[in-house]
């Protein structure tokens, strides 16, 4: 009943534009993706509101 190192077999739910997005660390110690760097980053800037820049703009803004 010892369920310490059961390894999860299920893929997490992903956004539609990720599909098939796998990243992976090789025995070098290397990042592999499935997606490209570039594209990844494409779709972070879309998507995700970046919270230090956010702080900055209203910080700008009370000046």
């Known amino acids: 009943m010892d369920k310490k190192n059961t390894p999860k077999?299920?893929?997490p739910e992903v956004h539609d534009d990720?599909?098939?997005f796998d990243i992976n660390i090789?025995?070098?110690g290397e990042v592999t993706s499935t997606i490209k760097?570039?594209?990844l980053n494409?779709?972070?800037n879309?998507?995700?509101?970046d919270k230090?820049?956010?702080d900055e703009d209203s910080k700008s803004a009370d000046s």
Do not use: A, I, R, Y
């Open 9 to 11: 077999t299920d893929k």
């Open 18 to 20: 990720l599909k098939g």
């Open 26 to 28: 090789n025995q070098f």
């Open 37 to 39: 760097p570039e594209k």
């Open 42 to 44: 494409e779709f972070l």
């Open 46 to 49: 879309e998507n995700v509101d």
């Open 52 to 54: 230090k820049l956010k």
